[in-house]
């Protein structure tokens, strides 16, 4: 075995996009494995040390270009394992993603230290930063703004946990391709977010990479297709772990997130008015139920909501609807002062200005950051600072004031 040695492994998650190879350079040491002239999905290739006391170093470039041979861009990687000292790498890509809704790419490394080391590299859709230490990628990537109107409240976590990627102000089109993309690279959903913006429905949604139960994800369903979908999932040993609703031109739609999964006893509900909201609650709690997710929405003028409650034990627990945004702000103080912390936040607008519905839970662990009424622009910068401290986003709500 050579003294040094890097095995470097390039996915490409650009989309339908392949990598042409256009410029390489070594030295010292030799490549043991030829770089790929043609990268579609993946490529491998290898170098190792070639000398007395030598380490081995570095670069491939590639062109970033469509079915049709197109250029769309260029992306670069660098090593460097040297015999003293640590190993460096390098990455560069144009045009580069600088935000969420910047367009553009990213590319990523993980691992990579030792003398005899593996490296894997990321070329990626958007605006995405790796955390070497956890293993964990991030990514946001949100349409161009149509308007200033859109909120949004989200909690973030100090935790790690498998990679994520989160989107928002996504069209029905962008959120359906997006899902398509992410899905097709071992992303899975767990929560969705309907709203609408200039009577246009728009989408945010977190997916996380890893392994799970089969799932089932909706949107753009009406109220009777919600219904008829979820008994055909539950029929199908699926139970819903997400429901939003939302209005699009005076009529209420459902975006939806089932499992096939076993677990307590659950019961979900939609289309509730506020009244009715509560005396369900009532019910559900009395029978030994807790709420795990709220949904609220407004259609014609009226506050409705969906809900999704489960049998069984866990932490005090605090459910609060059609809070306006100072009485949110207060019943989170009061309750966060008490030991709680918000495990769902929905917000939407009715009766002239926006409202809120949560749940919070009586427990102390991981750190949390919660916010609400971010326009679209405070929202991404907040995302950014958030990752940027360990946080990881759990819930995120849209909506138009």
């Known amino acids: ?9 390039l996915h490409n998650f650009a989309g339908v996009l392949n990598l042409r190879l ?3 350079e070594i030295g010292p040491g030799v490549f043991t494995t030829q770089p790929p002239q043609l990268i579609g999905d993946r490529g491998e290739w290898e170098s190792e040390s070639d000398g007395f006391l030598t380490g081995t170093e570095g670069r491939v470039t590639y062109q970033i270009e469509d079915v049709d041979g197109v250029r769309q861009g260029e992306m670069s990687f660098h090593w460097d394992n040297p015999f003293t000292g640590a190993n460096s790498y390098e990455e560069s890509v144009t045009p580069a993603a600088t935000g969420a809704t910047s367009g553009g790419f990213s590319v990523v490394h993980l691992g ?5 080391t593996t490296v894997e590299v990321q070329l990626l859709k958007g605006f995405c930063q790796a955390n070497q230490d956890t293993g964990e990628i991030v990514c946001a990537s949100a349409d161009p703004l ?4 859109q909120r949004f409240a989200a909690i973030f976590e100090q935790s790690q946990g498998p990679s994520f990627h989160a989107v928002h102000d996504l069209t ?10 992410l899905t097709g690279q071992g992303f899975r959903p767990v929560w969705v977010s309907g709203y609408a913006v200039d009577a246009v429905d728009r989408y945010a949604a977190i997916f996380e990479q890893r392994d799970g139960p089969p799932f089932a994800a909706f949107h753009r369903l009406t109220a009777d297709q919600y219904q008829q979908t979820f008994n055909d999932q539950v029929a199908q040993g699926f139970r819903p772990i997400d429901v939003s609703g939302y ?6 739609l459902y975006a939806a997130i089932f499992e096939q999964q076993s677990g307590p006893p659950f019961a979900a509900f939609h289309r509730l008015s506020a009244d009715q909201y509560q005396q369900t609650f009532n019910d559900q709690v009395a029978q030994g139920f807790r709420p795990v997710h709220v949904s609220g929405y407004a259609v014609n003028g009226g506050d409705l909501y969906a809900a999704i409650f489960e049998q069984r034990n866990g932490p005090p627990f605090a459910a609060f609807h059609r809070l306006s945004a100072d009485q949110y702000q207060q019943t989170f103080k009061d309750q966060v002062a008490q030991g709680f912390r918000p495990i769902d936040v929905s917000g939407y607008t009715f009766d002239g200005g926006d409202h809120y519905a949560a749940i919070f839970e009586q427990q102390s662990t ?7 009424r971010l326009s679209a622009d405070q929202y991404q910068q907040t995302f950014n600072d958030q990752v940027a401290q360990g946080f990881r986003l759990t819930r995120v709500s849209g909506y138009s004031l």
């Open 1 to 9: 075995m050579a003294a040094r040695s890097t095995h470097v492994t």
């Open 22 to 24: 256009t410029a390489t």
């Open 112 to 116: 990579g230290s030792g003398n005899n």
């Open 146 to 149: 149509t308007g200033t109107s």
């Open 172 to 181: 029905a089109d962008q959120y359906q391709q997006t899902f398509d993309t």
């Open 247 to 252: 209005a699009v031109n005076g009529g209420d």
């Open 366 to 372: 991981p750190p949390f950051a919660a916010f609400h």
